[in-house]
């Protein structure tokens, strides 16, 4: 048995660090670090969840690059600085980020507070662990467990797999990985050498990660396909059967059609039942990245939209996004019940997966993760469903769909409201100087730039609504 207490040379002499205090003497002060934090903990609570969710306060305090980076005093030194002065650099952190929690923070797909998540969030940060064997993160194993057969019990699906990415990009290329080892098991010791051509097929409205994924992989980009969208930005199932096709004539294999539920632009759902049909016909994986669009899961309402998810072999789905979960809750669902997450990703590392351990290890969930460090990302989910219930969640998703449906009523109302190709990006400095609200734009295809409003924080309401079209007007009214 080693016991490795410091770092040793070449010849097994100890490295003894120099210059340090008696090593049998905590490096570490744990009341002043204490003081600090409880000192730093008011200043978010004042900076970022009481300043940075009021209305009345600017969304962001924008400064130029090289001013902002005076003001926060970026440079490393060697010596430490006193507290006060620490306490100050939190602050102005605070201070000069972006506040992603104001109700007029419509930029992207995340944003606003759920303070059950955020307590969630608070505590895995203090625990500090490493969610891949049950000995290290026993709570965390069996939460991650339980969260992933609700979100799987959502889709449609009594038993299957799954596990939390960082992000909806990861579990993307997770679902590609897998469906290519499904096909081709020996890719996995062999290397992409021995296959043939492979296709994805996916619509153009789809998320960037996928084409990221395929040159990830070593896919390559030319081989992602992309089908017809009509004017919605829906997947054309036709069109897709008949580039299928056109893919085999060619000697392709076609492998993976990725599918989206809320397409980062248009907000699309395309229709899953007819696709799930295509991909049945021709024995492809069936990818949903419902990133943005999966939470409607929730909403009796709503749930309609992903009519079919449950055909699929595979949902990404945010959390973060509209349930507010806080950035990163990212999960990867599977239909799959072989253990494929597991024979596709392990290593059987013996130092980390011993086989003679005293417990179930099946429990040491980390062999089906690419990565070895994996943070945990469920305990902010599970705290705030079991805060509010699957009730509660769905009613948040309903809001978001009333205040959209608000938004655009609202628009209609107003004369000749309609946006040139040269006038949003300037709309959108003038905003982000005056720290007003925050809100993305973008081009379609060959139409103008429009601004895409994202709604779904619970603290968004319609005096908001009217305040963005109000807003508009006022920061462009002499262009």
């Known amino acids: 048995m080693f016991v490795y207490a410091f770092p040793t040379t070449a010849d097994g002499q100890v490295k003894e660090p120099a210059n340090l205090r008696d090593l049998g003497e905590p490096l570490i002060d744990h009341s002043e670090g204490q003081l600090f934090l409880n000192e730093a903990f008011k200043i978010m609570m004042e900076e970022v969840l009481c300043k940075g969710t009021d209305v009345k306060q600017k969304v962001c305090e924008w400064k130029e690059p090289e001013e902002l980076a005076q003001l926060l005093d970026l440079e490393l030194r060697a010596t430490g600085e006193p507290q006060q002065r620490l306490l100050q650099r939190v602050k102005d952190v605070a201070k000069y980020s972006i506040k992603t929690s104001h109700p007029r923070f419509f930029n992207q797909q995340f944003g606003g507070v759920d303070y059950h998540a955020l307590a969630g969030r608070f505590l895995t940060e203090t625990l500090n662990t490493n969610l891949f064997t049950y000995e290290v993160a026993p709570v965390f194993v069996l939460m991650e467990t339980e969260v992933l057969r609700g979100l799987r019990q959502l889709v449609g699906w009594t ?68 089908v017809k969208v009509d004017d919605g930005g829906h997947m054309i199932p036709e069109d897709l059967d008949t580039k299928i096709n056109v893919a085999k004539s060619l000697g392709a294999v076609p492998f993976l059609v990725s599918c989206t539920s809320g397409t980062t632009v248009q907000g699309a759902f395309d229709p899953l039942d007819r696709i799930a049909d295509v991909c049945e016909k021709h024995k492809l994986w069936m990818h949903v990245d419902a990133a943005w669009g999966g939470s409607v899961l929730f909403s009796e309402q709503h749930r309609h939209l992903m009519k079919g998810v449950d055909r ?130 973008q081009p379609l295809g060959n139409k103008v730039n429009f601004f ?27 262009l």
């Open 452 to 478: 895409r409003v994202i709604v779904f924080s619970p603290l968004v309401s319609q005096k908001d609504m009217d305040f963005f079209l109000d807003e508009i007007e006022r920061l462009g009214n002499d």
């Open 159 to 226: 038993e299957g797999d799954g596990i939390f990415c960082p992000g909806g990009s990861t579990s993307n290329m997770y679902a590609m990985n897998l469906a290519r080892y499904r096909l081709f098991p020996e890719v996995k010791s062999q290397g992409v050498w021995s296959l043939p051509r492979l296709t994805i097929f996916t619509s153009p409205e789809s998320h960037y990660s996928v084409k990221k994924g395929a040159a990830f992989l070593g896919i390559g980009t030319d081989n992602v396909i992309l």
């Open 312 to 441: 699929a072999n595979s949902v990404a789905w945010n959390p973060h996004k509209m349930l507010i979960a806080g950035l990163q809750c990212s999960a990867l669902l599977l239909q799959d019940t072989t253990n494929l997450l597991k024979r596709c990703h392990s290593a059987n590392a013996t130092y980390l997966f011993q086989q003679d351990k005293f417990y179930d290890v099946n429990l040491d969930v980390g062999d089906k993760s690419v990565q070895c460090s994996r943070k945990v990302d469920c305990l902010k989910l599970w705290l705030m469903w079991k805060a509010v219930g699957s009730t509660g969640l769905a009613e948040r998703v309903d809001k978001a769909f009333f205040l959209v449906r608000y938004l655009v009523e609202q628009m209609k109302k107003r004369e000749g409201f309609h946006l040139l190709r040269d006038v949003a990006p300037v709309i959108k400095e003038r905003m982000m100087k005056q720290g007003t609200m925050m809100v993305g734009y």
